[in-house]
């Protein structure tokens, strides 16, 4: 064991491993996983990862217990939590057009084969 490893254990050797409750969904249409996530909480933290990044909120006192922790955040005013990141609001265009594209057509498309007809628009980029 060389020096870095030894003090890494030192500083290590008092702690315990402590099994502590924790849940996770998965929140998905049945057959897409456009917008689909999980959501993993445990008591101080709740995690939600999906196709559009990730997020994970901190809070040992507002995230104690499930159901008040996600009260807490639902009620939570969003420039709030972005100061406490320091992630930025961003504008993708192209992603949010091929979204709302994706989305349009995940109950257009259905209807569309049911009557064989289907009429696409080409795409034309914002000046």
Known sequence: MDRKDSAIAKEFESHEVQEVISRTWTFSRPDSWIMGCKITWTPGLLHLGGDIGELTVTHHHAL????????????????????????????????????????????????????????????????
């Open 64 to 127: 104690r217990d499930l159901w008040s922790g996600i009260a807490w955040i639902a009620g939570a005013d969003f420039d709030y939590l972005m100061e406490k990141t320091d992630a930025e609001r961003q504008f993708d265009q192209d992603v949010t057009v091929a979204q709302i594209v994706a989305m349009a057509n995940e109950e257009a498309l259905p209807c569309a084969q049911q009557t064989k007809t289907f009429v696409s628009a080409p795409y034309a980029p914002l000046a």
